[in-house]
């Protein structure tokens, strides 16, 4: 998710929250019940664009205690810190940490499924987030990942990438044969390639993602 999506999201529920406080005396006995669905689905949101032990998080836990009003305030407090740092660019690596937690879970899926002979199933699963990941770097550098509101296939971007000088040519080619072996194993063609080059696959993206986050 990019940045700018993320913020999209915080805002959406930073005003509903501050136009229900303005009308809070407006709600009666309700006001507790409203009170507590805010609280919950800042924290919700907090915890869905933080890391495990960001300070974001952290900082939810100090107001759990809280009653219910109080929690609210303490929660639109956090989500209003955690918004201006994402609109200041001071949290862009947490976000490529999070996609890196993401993508380790992947490729431990495909080393499992590796290790037990499904050289194929593991193939098609490093190719994906290959993709994905050459998705979200066109994002993170400002390049286009669609035309005339069709996604751009992975080759194009990949070329797009080069042409940006997010990497050079060499790395352009090597991807460009990755997203091949990636091919042969969504269409069935098995035989043309083997179990060395899927861990040669593996360990390649792997590096490749780690050396250029997003």
């Avoid at 529920?13 to 800042?42: H, M, P």
């Amino acid at each position: 998710m990019a940045i700018q999506d993320m913020v999209k999201q915080l805002n959406t529920l930073l005003d509903q929250t501050q136009d229900f406080l303005s009308k809070r005396k407006d709600y009666g006995s309700e006001g507790s019940v409203q009170a507590g669905i805010l609280a919950n689905r800042l924290e919700a949101a907090v915890t869905r664009l933080s890391l495990n032990e960001s300070i974001y998080r952290e900082q939810l836990k100090r107001g759990s205690k809280y009653s219910t009003d109080y929690r609210l305030i303490h929660n639109l407090q956090v989500t209003l810190s955690l918004r201006e740092d994402l609109k200041a660019g001071w949290t862009e690596t947490v976000v490529e940490l999070v996609h890196a937690d993401t993508y380790s879970d992947y490729f431990e899926m495909a080393n499992g499924l590796l290790a037990k002979g499904y050289k194929d199933a593991a193939a098609v699963i490093t190719g994906t987030s290959l993709e994905v990941h050459v998705r979200a770097l066109c994002v993170k550098n400002g390049v286009t990942t669609a035309v005339a509101g069709r996604p751009k296939k992975a080759d194009t971007m990949n070329a797009d990438l080069k042409k940006a000088g997010v990497y050079d040519g060499l790395r352009q080619k090597q991807i460009t044969a990755w997203m091949d072996l990636r091919n042969k194993a969504a269409h069935g063609n098995y035989g043309d390639y083997d179990n060395d080059e899927v861990r040669q696959f593996i360990d390649g993206v792997q590096a490749f993602m780690m050396k250029y986050p997003a």
